[in-house]
């Protein structure tokens, strides 16, 4: 995924028993790994587990239902969360702006009118061809590592019958890397670089397609509060947090409690959410190599027990 920097970890991962194979895929296909049937089961065995990137005003079961993936059949475990910046052409109105005297951009200084979103650039994959009706169609790894396409129909005495063939080569396959990686992010950079609106991303991303005719901007953020702190900061600022909304009689704001988010985007807050990250992976698809990568991202060594 664009601005996604896993080699640190599948460095500490990867020994002579375990290879990681990394694919980029962009984020409008960052839950094709996760697609599955009716079951639970993937339509496609690998890859096991990706990057998912969300903002956090909206919880992850929203876009992962969006999707069309149900997110009970997932595992997700946020690994950090990431600043917004603005990107504007250096013949733009915001390039003047001084960050070390004014701080980052505020969101009431962008026009809305100007924005410029990358999914509407980026290209439209190709939708998977329906199953008959009847037909359930799972692929999965033979012994030998060779791809098979199982097809189970009910016959006309109501027994299901079992097939095995080559998959379809027309459904899409998350193993396939894009044509060409941020493509979306690529057309907005450049219509911005001419001086047409701006265009805010991760700060990860716009560092990956940095221009020099292209001006980065920090954008103010609901993240600003807890950027620097280590995790047992970040849960200590939470739990002050939720101790005083319980005295003053309100809700804590946890939009994202079953992932255990701190510093959560509150509403009516005008600064950016910033995005959250994590992996995920479908719980059918659960194995000890899995959980030993999710371990290697959360902080554990590679050969630690949990």
């Known amino acids: 995924m664009p601005g996604a920097t896993p080699s640190k970890w599948v460095e500490r991962f990867t020994s002579r028993e375990r290879v990681v194979q990394l694919v980029n895929h962009d984020e409008s296909q960052q839950c094709d790994h996760l697609r599955h049937d009716e079951h639970g089961f993937a339509l496609h065995p690998l890859p096991q587990l990706g990057y998912v990137r969300w903002r956090r005003d909206r919880s992850v079961e929203d876009v992962l239902g969006e999707a069309g993936v149900d997110p009970r059949r997932v595992h997700v475990v946020r690994v950090y969360s990431e600043l917004p910046v603005v990107c504007v052409g250096r013949e733009h109105l915001l390039a ?3 960050v070390e005297a004014d701080g980052p951009v505020p969101t009431a200084e962008l026009d809305p009118a100007e924005a410029m979103d990358p999914a509407t650039f980026a290209p439209t994959p190709a939708p998977a061809p329906d199953p008959a009706p009847g037909v359930f169609v799972r692929e999965s790894v033979e012994s030998q590592g060779a791809f098979v396409r199982e097809s189970v129909e009910s016959g ?7 097939s095995v063939s080559p998959p379809a080569s027309s459904a899409p ?3 396939d890397a894009p ?5 979306g992010e690529r057309m907005a950079l450049e219509i911005v670089a001419s001086g047409a609106g701006h265009v ?3 700060q990860s991303v716009a560092r990956m397609f940095g221009r020099k005719d292209v001006v980065v901007l920090p954008l103010e953020s609901s993240l600003d509060e807890v950027v620097g702190m280590s995790r047992a900061e970040r849960e200590a600022v939470a739990t002050a947090a939720e101790l005083a909304a319980e005295e003053a009689g309100m809700e804590p704001a946890r939009a994202n409690e079953p992932f255990g988010v701190t510093g959560d985007h509150v ?5 950016h959410p ?3 990250v994590g992996l995920a992976w479908l ?3 659960d194995s000890a190599l899995v959980q030993g990568f999710v371990g290697v991202s959360r902080g554990r060594r590679s050969g630690s027990s949990r």
């Open 283 to 285: 719980k059918e698809s």
């Open 173 to 175: 396959n998350p193993m």
């Open 274 to 276: 910033g995005w959250d």
């Open 156 to 162: 006309d005495d109501g027994t299901p019958r079992t």
């Open 179 to 183: 044509e060409t990686p941020g493509a």
């Open 267 to 271: 509403d009516g807050d005008d600064r």
């Open 96 to 98: 003047a702006w001084d």
């Open 200 to 202: 805010v991303l991760p």
